[in-house]
């Protein structure tokens, strides 16, 4: 079992960039898949990257490749969510989530653990 607290979120310009931090206590952080999902407003709650026990690989959603990158480190019990070029269309509450398990997973039905979000909010 793991308990996520996110951290990072802000207000930026389109362009910038922004390290998400997700802080998962509990002692099976590394047998955990962890995910990072987002809720813009007045829209239903989307996958945006997640990634697997250590050499167990990552997901992630097409409208991020290439611009976001999910990372975890087990000796900290944190994933991280190094977000790059971030448009408006990226403005959401993102939450950390996590199960215990091998591979990424983008349902988020497939997660039992889940933090209180923080909010990202992209300027054009």
């Known amino acids: 079992q793991v308990q996520p607290v996110e951290s990072g979120g802000g207000l930026v310009q389109a362009g910038d960039s922004l390290r998400l931090s997700c802080v998962a206590s509990?002692?099976?952080?590394?047998?955990?898949?962890m995910g990072w999902f987002r809720q813009a407003p007045g829209k239903e709650r989307e996958f945006v990257a997640a990634?697997?026990?250590?050499?167990?690989?990552?997901l992630s959603t097409d409208s991020v490749k290439g611009r976001f990158t999910i990372s975890r480190d087990n000796a900290k019990n944190t994933v991280y969510l190094q977000m790059n070029s971030l448009k408006p269309e990226d403005t959401g509450v993102y939450y950390c989530?996590?199960?215990?398990?091998?591979?990424?997973?983008?349902?988020?039905?497939?997660?039992?653990?889940w933090g209180q979000g923080t909010q990202v909010t992209v300027s054009s």
């Open positions: 989530a996590g199960r215990t398990g091998t591979y990424a997973r983008a349902q988020d039905s497939d997660y039992a653990y």
């Open positions: 509990g002692r099976t952080f590394s047998s955990s898949v």
């Open positions: 990634i697997g026990r250590s050499g167990f690989g990552t």
